[in-house]
């Protein structure tokens, strides 16, 4: 197929209805998209390095993995507050007892007469 330029096109490309015409359209909306999501990753990371698109994935995956541990350690630190609480009352839920292997609750037996 061939190519020619044509100002009046629908898509306001300029080029004629070749195929290859619909690789340069279809190319430069996904350029675009890229962009976009590139800027709006940029706007949300703190501390990009620098502006290039590999900097800002690498400034970003490495926020993602700091997030990661973050998330651990609360993780970590609140199943041990309530472990802590849970401890103190002499009873633990079953899922805790197993992870901890330690004994099932002390619970007061009621008095059957």
């Known amino acids: 197929s061939s190519i020619y330029y044509d100002s009046s096109s629908p898509d306001g490309s300029g080029w004629g209805a070749g195929?290859?015409?619909k690789?340069?359209?279809s190319e430069r909306n996904r350029r675009r998209k890229l962009n976009e999501r590139l800027f709006a990753l940029r706007a949300v990371v703190p501390n990009i390095t620098k502006m290039d698109k590999?900097?800002?994935i690498k400034d970003a995956i490495e926020h993602i993995q700091e997030l990661h541990e973050q998330e651990r350690r609360i993780?970590?630190?609140i199943l041990?507050?309530?472990y802590g609480k849970l401890r103190?009352?002499?009873?633990l839920p079953m899922d805790l007892?197993?992870?901890f292997g330690v004994s099932?609750?002390?619970r007061k037996k009621k008095r059957v007469e």
Do not use: G, M, Q
């Open 54 to 56: 590999a900097s800002i």
């Open 104 to 106: 099932p609750c002390k």
């Open 23 to 25: 690789n340069i359209v």
């Open 19 to 21: 195929s290859a015409s």
């Open 88 to 91: 103190n009352n002499h009873c």
């Open 97 to 99: 007892e197993e992870s």
């Open 80 to 82: 041990e507050l309530e």
């Open 75 to 77: 993780r970590a630190e």
